[in-house]
């Protein structure tokens, strides 16, 4: 789905996002895209031409641009994606898709183009992200490198929580609060 | 050694504890919850932990609250109640929907005083940017990183790349503060700020009242950007003293006087340095599915550029002129547009005038109804045939019971035209109060400064 500026209200219109994460996001994903006003699929929309059993979304520039909602990162994980690949990613988006396990690869305009190309002719079946190397390609062929935060990549490949590990600072957060909190005696409401 | 820092890497450096692998963890000096963050709190129940700094965390309900128009369901009503549960039990101050400070979290937290200069501000909403008004940096966040500052008030992130955009010379007449944002975001594009904090510099800043200020910073994410702020001044000092939460006493003097320090170093480096001709702006409209799709009321839906699926979703073709295109209602609210100086703008075209289409006005906050009321706009509101409702984020997001039926056309100072988010199948266009305001009288898109009883009304932009 290689269309610009694909938003999270897309990705999941606002109005399911009172349901818990325990019910599943998933059959909500790109739901007014996927369903007609009467329920039914629209056959044209790329998601109804597939089998769903995919695993990487390829976008377009600013996938995931908009409202700050995880709930998008949700649905794509519980549909059963676990990376997408586009050009560039919308700032809150791509931060949410890193607590969750949802790979972002961005790829340079003309990789992606490239890669896209390469998709349309040798089929999607043959994919291969390799995060350790940081490399998107096929299993025999072309291969394109992406770039990744350290700090994700790590958390990512050894499955860490960012809170737990975050709380190993706790000494030094307390601290940093005792002078902090000195210096800005208004910083309380009264 | 001369500094030469900005002013977001002056807050940024004075809330750093400590860097990981090119991650900083930054102190969080305010952090605002709304019924949204109901992913966060279980997460921090889960696991048993405690909210680090109720004091430092305040809550409202807003994107779910009734406003009395649209059809709530009992899921909606669930979100609010469960809000107030989980910030009853974690002893944070919540606005609830009968608190005299409800109202939307971009429009009533500053209200209250508690968006102040200087500070780190982060919420569970992408128009956080909006509190960057104040000269805070001020960013939106998701449900993972809302757990992380409930249980720890703090927040790892990655430094951001500074863009500056000079604003320079008047205001037209028939412009504001929204149409200057859109007109920005006409010049760079949707993703043109992704990785950047912007900051708003020029005398047309420096000049905008607070809320036209609040306009723009909102309108920032809109380009992708993390933040948008603009350095506090006189302006910022004088609206913010008094509030109910702000500083008092020698508090208030400490902090003011730390706050005038709050400004870029001359000689800092900005990586994208953009100038802006005030002048040159016109009232706005959005044509298409993304907020920089979007051309001046006298021009046309270009050819060059257009996005087909875009017009399509739209119901237009290339070459339509925008103005004489026919509404099905309007829209005048929102955290971009829901303040009382936005309500005076949309009254002074709508007294003794009535609307062809319905109109729906949500106040910003239960502070702008009571205002909009005891100065009689309320009533010019209700002689035109508008629906005064209740606050709320309302028809922005569609997720109160608000809607717009699919293929309806409507006029909106909300913030985001993107397919489905007024309701499935919605169109939006986006534009200024005044604008939606003529839209609604004329029963299509005209442009505002041809409307003669807000000619009379010598209404002047900042």
Same mark, same amino acid.
């Given at each position: ?17 009172? @349901? ?22 629209? /056959? $044209? ?8 059993? $995919?695993? #990487? ?10 409202s700050s909602? +995880? ?12 990376? #997408? ?5 919308g700032d809150i988006f791509r931060n949410n ?8 690869? /961005? ?39 992406? +770039?990744?935060?350290?700090? #994700? ?19 030094? %957060? ?17 | ?7 977001v890497?002056?807050i940024w450096?004075?809330h750093?504890?400590?860097?990981? +692998?090119?991650?900083d963890?930054l102190?969080i000096d305010r952090h605002f ?72 979290v971009h429009?009533?937290? /500053?209200?209250?005083?508690?968006s102040?200069?200087?500070t780190t501000i982060v919420c569970g909403d992408s128009h956080t940017a909006t509190h960057g008004a104040f000269g805070a940096f001020a960013f939106g966040i998701g449900?993972?990183e809302v757990?992380h500052v ?5 927040l790892w992130q990655k430094p951001v790349e500074p863009m ?20 920005? #975001? ?7 700020a992704a990785g950047y904090s912007v900051e ?10 607070? +809320?036209? @200020?609040?306009?723009?910073c909102n309108m920032t994410i809109e380009m992708g950007a993390r933040s948008g702020i %603009? ?76 996005? *087909? ?53 949500? /106040? ?14 309320? *009533? %010019? ?82």
């Amino acid at each position: 789905m290689p269309s610009e500026n694909i938003d999270t209200d897309q990705l999941i219109p606002a109005r399911f996002m009172n @349901r818990t994460r325990s019910s599943g996001y998933g059959g909500y994903l790109f739901y007014d895209l996927r369903y007609d006003a009467h329920g039914a699929q629209i /056959p $044209e929309f790329e998601l109804n031409k597939t089998s769903g059993s $995919e695993v #990487i979304l390829v976008g377009g520039q600013n996938f995931g641009c908009g409202s700050s909602r +995880e709930a998008a990162v949700y649905a794509l994980l519980d549909y059963g994606f676990r990376a #997408i690949v586009a050009p560039s990613f919308g700032d809150i988006f791509r931060n949410n898709a890193s607590k969750n396990g949802l790979l972002t690869v /961005p790829l340079k305009d003309q990789d992606h183009t490239e890669f896209v190309e390469q998709l349309s002719q040798s089929g999607s079946t043959n994919v291969k992200i390799d995060l350790a190397m940081q490399t998107l390609g096929f299993t025999s062929g072309a291969n394109f490198s992406f +770039e990744i935060d350290p700090a #994700i990549k790590r958390k990512m490949l050894q499955g860490i929580d960012d809170l737990a590990e975050t709380l190993q600072y706790k000494a030094m %957060i307390e601290n940093f609060e005792t002078k902090y909190l000195q210096s800005k005696p208004w910083l309380f409401p009264k | 050694m001369i500094s030469s820092q900005t002013l977001v890497e002056k807050i940024w450096n004075n809330h750093r504890i400590l860097n990981n +692998e090119g991650m900083d963890l930054l102190f969080i000096d305010r952090h605002f919850v709304h019924e949204g963050s109901h992913h966060a709190f279980h997460k921090i129940s889960a696991s048993g932990r405690e909210v680090r700094h109720p004091r430092l965390t305040f809550g409202v309900a807003d994107h779910y609250a009734p406003t009395g128009v649209g059809k709530p369901d009992e899921a909606m009503s669930v979100m609010i109640s469960r809000l107030r549960e989980n910030t009853a039990q974690h002893r944070i101050d919540s606005f609830d929907l009968s608190d005299a400070r409800h109202g939307i979290v971009h429009v009533t937290m /500053p209200e209250q005083g508690l968006s102040l200069p200087g500070t780190t501000i982060v919420c569970g909403d992408s128009h956080t940017a909006t509190h960057g008004a104040f000269g805070a940096f001020a960013f939106g966040i998701g449900a993972s990183e809302v757990a992380h500052v409930l249980a720890t008030q703090t927040l790892w992130q990655k430094p951001v790349e500074p863009m500056r955009i000079t604003i320079n010379g008047r205001l037209p007449f028939g412009t504001s503060a929204k149409d200057l944002a859109l007109y920005v #975001i006409a010049q760079i594009g949707t993703g043109g700020a992704a990785g950047y904090s912007v900051e708003y510099a020029g005398d047309t800043v420096a000049r905008l009242s607070i +809320e036209g @200020r609040m306009t723009l910073c909102n309108m920032t994410i809109e380009m992708g950007a993390r933040s948008g702020i %603009i350095p506090p001044d006189d302006i910022t000092f004088t609206w913010l003293k008094g509030r109910a939460l702000a500083p008092v006493g020698a508090d208030w003097d400490t902090a003011v006087a730390q706050w005038r320090d709050l400004k870029s170093d001359r000689n800092a480096t900005f990586k994208k340095d953009l100038t802006i001709e005030a002048s040159n702006v016109v009232p706005m409209v959005t044509w298409g599915t993304a907020p920089d799709q979007v051309a001046a009321v006298t021009a046309c839906v270009p050819f060059d550029g257009a996005d *087909d699926a875009a017009l399509r979703y739209m119901g237009l073709t290339a070459g339509q002129a925008i103005t004489a295109m026919p509404i099905d209602q309007a829209f005048i609210g929102s955290c971009t547009n829901g303040r009382y100086s936005d309500l005076l703008e949309a009254s002074r075209v709508l007294l003794d005038n009535q609307v062809k289409v319905p109109l729906l006005i949500s /106040p910003g906050s239960a502070e702008v109804a009571r205002q909009a009321e005891a100065n009689g706009l309320v *009533d %010019i509101f209700i002689q035109s045939g508008a629906t005064w409702a209740r606050s709320g984020c309302s028809l922005c997001v569609g997720m109160n019971g608000d809607r717009v039926k699919p293929g309806q056309r409507c006029a909106s100072t909300s913030n985001r035209n993107f397919k489905g988010r007024q309701g499935k199948g919605s169109r939006t266009h986006l534009m200024s109060p005044a604008m939606v305001a003529a839209a609604a009288v004329a029963g299509c898109i005209v442009d505002v400064r041809q409307h003669a009883g807000y000619r009379r009304s010598g209404s002047v932009p900042s």
